[in-house]
């Protein structure tokens, strides 16, 4: 019977398109849905998701400091078809922006602000610091466990291996790993994928085919692919 009413509870509490939670998102797109029980979830009128997009249980989306930030502005947004793992959190204070196809693993944060520390007589938990925006490229794939530090710009197809504490630019293309996180390769066009601590190893180009699924009749008001061209665009 309890697990006849969790299923129950399941399937009613997942968040898709046309539900009352859903509909106060600025944009659920078709397709997408938000496993239950959510972790924590405000600011949902500045949460852009786009469409085919599935988002694990346990999660946090949060706009804001807390559900009384009536911005309008779009705080976090996720493309198209992207798959993120159970217990992830996007806690966004200022703006953090997710390209399509980016696939997560679970465990994961992904943060645009933190502390300061400066005044030394006051709780660090009371000083605020600067907000800094986050960007993923489309077609990237992150690690379990990996934290995606504010002020981060990840670039498209970019790897961040499990466990990996991100900071800074990553350019398109790269594997990333460690704490911090640095560059274990980056793919050389004609090359393929070669290992910056020793060249000669290299992981070679293999090509694959994937027809992207389309989209039914898309009602997108903000696109996540500003951050980053069409992974299926590579050189
Ligand atoms: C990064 C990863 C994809 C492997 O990439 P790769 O290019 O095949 O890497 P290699 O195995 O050639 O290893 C390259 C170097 O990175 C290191 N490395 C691999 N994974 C690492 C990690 N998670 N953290 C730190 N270093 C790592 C290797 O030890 C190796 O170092 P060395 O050259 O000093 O020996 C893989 O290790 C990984 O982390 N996958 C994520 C798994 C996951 O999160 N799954 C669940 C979500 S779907």
């Given amino acids: 019977m309890v697990q006849a009413a969790w299923r129950w509870a399941d399937s009613q ?5 046309g539900t009352k939670i859903g509909d106060r998102f600025a944009q659920l797109g078709t397709g997408s849905a938000i496993g239950f029980p959510v972790a924590t979830l405000f600011g949902e009128h500045q949460i852009h998701i786009g469409e085919n997009t599935m988002i694990g249980r346990h999660c946090t989306l949060a706009v804001g400091y807390s559900a009384d930030d009536h911005h309008e502005r779009p705080g976090l947004v996720i493309g198209d078809r992207c798959v993120i793992g159970a217990r992830c959190s996007f806690t966004t204070h200022e703006s953090i ?3 399509d196809d980016v696939w997560f693993g679970q465990d994961i944060l992904v943060s645009d602000s933190g502390h300061g520390y400066q005044d030394p007589t006051l709780p ?4 605020l610091a600067p907000h800094e925006p986050v960007r993923i490229g489309s077609g990237s794939w992150i690690g379990h466990g990996a934290v995606i530090l504010p002020g981060t710009t990840i670039g498209r197809n970019v790897v961040v291996a499990a466990g990996s504490v991100v900071r800074g630019n990553i350019e398109d293309h790269a ?3 460690g704490v ?3 560059v274990m390769r980056q793919y050389k066009p004609g090359a393929g994928w070669v290992s910056v601590k020793d060249p000669q190893d290299v992981r070679p180009e ?3 085919r994937w027809d992207i699924p389309a989209a039914p009749g898309s009602k997108k008001r ?3 692919a500003d951050v980053a061209d069409d992974p299926a ?3």
């Fill in 13 to 17: 509490g997942t968040i898709i398109p």
């Fill in 97 to 99: 922006v997710i390209g």
């Fill in 124 to 127: 660090i938990g009371v000083q």
């Fill in 175 to 177: 594997v990333v790993g």
């Fill in 180 to 182: 911090p996180a640095r």
């Fill in 206 to 208: 293999h090509r694959q």
């Fill in 222 to 224: 903000v696109a996540a």
């Fill in 233 to 235: 665009d590579l050189p």
